[in-house]
């Protein structure tokens, strides 16, 4: 039995996202396909005798009040849901920025969800992990799927995993402001009007085998208002492009943009250009495993 344990929980962008009708809920249907990238949050799971949970956040982002934060509510509901005997403490070091469109904050809770499964040797069917998941946020459900790459729809919980792909260098550029979900909801359906974004489309299985057709097929109806309220967004997915991105888009609602490059070769030029602007530049890659947790050095 494991006394701790370490995990990274992995980002994640939208190859595409489509956002269709309102529901009753107030909430967006969606259709999206999900990429885990590496750039990743860092957390350690210590059993503890004292029963609940003790978070401790280090690292730059501000991600607000300990009882709101996923971590500890995924953990919360994991203790809870084994009878509420045992205890846990959790560092979680922070390296995805907050409110990026990058699902740190729901990965995080995945990976707590993950980690204490590991931990306390699998006491909860994974069903039960889901509902758990899907409880905290719509994206969380994604960073449970058995692939690091799957399609979503209704708000993103549904989920079908595919094969994952060749591994491919991706740049992650943050230029410094915040974009949250609600509002960029709310302003894309102000611009909107009442239509839904997505017309009738009939897909074939093979556009899912390849980063080529998977490029074809690249949007976000999110850039619609992000790159109107923040037109530097709109200039460095253009910059991505031309730079040799096969993919390059806003990350979720934003406002991060990433690019996908066959080879890391034409990186560079646009990081060194992006951080002499201000902008915040990872290195990272795709992911074809999750990543699994390991017993403390
Ligand atoms: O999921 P989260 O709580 O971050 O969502 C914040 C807001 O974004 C929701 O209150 C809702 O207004 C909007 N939203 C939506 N459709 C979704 C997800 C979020 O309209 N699928």
Redesign the pocket.
């Known amino acids: 039995m494991n006394e701790s344990l370490q995990l990274l929980a992995p980002a994640k962008v939208n190859l595409w996202l489509r956002v269709l009708a309102r529901e009753a809920s ?3 249907s ?1 259709e999206t396909a999900f990429a885990a990238v590496s750039l990743a949050d860092r957390l350690e799971f210590v059993r503890r005798e004292k029963p609940g949970v003790e978070l401790v956040v280090s690292g730059d982002e501000d991600t607000g009040p300990i009882g709101s934060n996923l971590v500890y509510r995924a953990a919360t509901a994991f203790l809870a849901r084994m009878g509420g005997a045992a205890g846990v403490r959790i560092n979680l070091e922070k390296v995805i920025p907050a409110a990026g469109g990058l699902g740190g904050g729901s990965s995080d809770a995945a990976a707590t969800l993950r980690g204490l499964s590991a931990l306390f040797s699998d006491p909860i069917p994974k069903e039960d992990l889901l509902r758990i998941a899907a409880g905290l ?2 994206d969380v459900p994604f960073f449970l799927a058995p692939s690091p790459l799957a399609l979503g729809w209704s ?1 993103g919980e549904r989920l079908l995993s595919l094969p994952p792909l060749p591994v491919r260098p991706v740049l992650i550029a943050h230029p410094g402001v915040a974009v949250p ?2 509002e960029a ?1 709310r302003r894309l359906a102000e611009m909107r009007g009442e239509g839904s974004g997505a017309g009738p489309q009939a897909l074939d299985l093979s556009v899912l085998r390849s980063w080529a057709s998977i490029a074809e097929l690249a949007t976000n109806d999110f850039e619609f208002p992000a790159f109107e309220q923040i037109p530097r967004l709109a200039a460095a997915k253009e910059r991505l492009l031309a730079a040799g991105a096969e993919v390059a888009l806003l990350a979720g609602s934003g406002a991060s943009v990433f690019g996908i490059f066959a080879d890391a070769s034409g990186m560079e030029g646009v990081v060194a250009e992006l951080e002499r602007e201000g902008w915040r530049c990872w290195r990272a890659r795709t992911l074809e495993h999750w990543p699994q947790p390991t017993a403390r050095h």
């Open positions: 107030g909430y967006h969606l946020g719509s708000r979900t609600g909801f």
